[in-house]
Nanobody, 125 residues
Framework: QVQLVESGGGLVQPGGSLRLSCAAS????????IGWFRQAPGKEREGVSS????????YYADSVKGRFTITRDRAKNTVYLQMNQLKPEDTAVYYC??????????????????WGQGTQVTVSS
């Protein structure tokens, strides 16, 4: 069964850190692009970061640049999103998605066809 499973969300205070995981099963993330998205209540889905496993290129939205880092563990078939200096506006459900690597480190949801179920991140004091 082809699936992505996110984990690592939770409640954290402003300025804190979390590491999200996106574990793939049923297929390999090699030669894939893996993106992280988030959606807060009443807001549109936002592409946060992505990594192209074939060439290692990465993308970060301006809103997270310098605070979030995307990495991949090939042996574990898992992609991580390290989130530091978290802000209340980072509160959202975070999703990972995977698709062909031909389009580079993209966060175009139309190009990523396998999605996880999401994990809640809440930044609040």
């Amino acid at each position: 069964q082809v699936q992505l499973v996110e984990s690592g969300g939770g409640l954290v205070q402003p300025g804190g850190s979390l590491r999200l995981s996106c574990a793939a099963s049923g297929f390999t993330l090699d030669y894939r692009t893996i993106g992280w998205f988030r959606q807060a209540p009443g807001k549109e889905r936002e592409g946060v970061s992505s990594i192209n496993a074939r060439d290692g290129s990465t993308y970060y939205a301006d809103s997270v640049k310098g605070r979030f880092t995307i990495t991949r563990d090939r042996a574990k078939n898992t992609v991580y999103l390290q989130m530091n200096q978290l802000k209340p506006e980072d509160t959202a459900v975070y999703y990972c998605a995977a698709g062909p690597s031909a389009f580079g480190a993209t966060v175009d949801p139309k190009l990523l066809h396998t999605w996880g179920q999401g994990t809640q991140v809440t930044v609040s004091s």
